[in-house]
């Protein structure tokens, strides 16, 4: 296992890129650095995720969105082979962060919201390690370390060989 940043950040951004496309979203863009802001630490892709024209508040549309935030440390989680919690470990924060504010409003408790994302965490898990899902994961991290930035066409092709 390399576990430099380059390589741990491509994992991390292919599992959003796999879940997210998976999930119906069309990829627009992907990368190994920021399209934002150069300032930011040097361990930090983007991928940008197009839904289309949806209902923001909708049930599914929402768990869509989670999963796809969250699965970019859980494809790390696997790359790893420890599962740390991402409220807990520094590069994991923000997709926690963005989670929790986007299922904000859903649960009057926030130990039931801080349960939802952990099963949310642990079906991801579960998906992710078996093959052929790890397969296409690894397949966009390499694609991405090869070339630092896919679009929408290299995505679909990646994935789709190995899940069709």
């Known amino acids: 296992m390399n576990d430099d940043d380059e390589t741990l950040t491509a994992y991390h951004e292919a599992g959003h890129v796999v879940v997210g496309y998976l999930l119906g979203a069309q990829i627009?863009?992907?990368?190994?650095?920021?399209?934002?802001?150069?300032?930011?630490?040097?361990r930090f892709g983007d991928c940008l995720v197009n839904w289309g024209h949806v209902d923001a508040g909708c049930d599914w549309q929402r768990q869509r969105e989670l999963m796809t935030i969250l699965a970019g440390p859980v494809a790390e989680m696997v790359y790893r082979g420890e599962r740390l919690h991402p409220a807990h470990f520094g590069p994991w924060q923000g997709d926690w962060q963005q989670a929790c504010?986007?299922?904000?409003?859903?649960?009057?408790?926030?130990?039931?919201?801080?349960?939802?994302?952990?099963?949310?965490?642990?079906?991801?898990?579960?998906?992710?390690?078996?093959d052929p899902w790890w397969a296409a994961i690894a397949a966009v991290a390499d694609e991405l370390l090869a070339h630092e930035a896919l679009e929408h066409e290299d995505v679909a092709a990646a994935v789709s060989f190995w899940l069709g």
């Open 28 to 42: 627009d863009e992907v990368r190994l650095d920021s399209m934002i802001d150069d300032d930011l630490p040097r």
């Open 101 to 130: 504010e986007r299922s904000m409003g859903v649960f009057a408790d926030p130990v039931q919201q801080v349960r939802f994302l952990e099963q949310l965490i642990a079906q991801l898990y579960r998906k992710m390690e078996q």
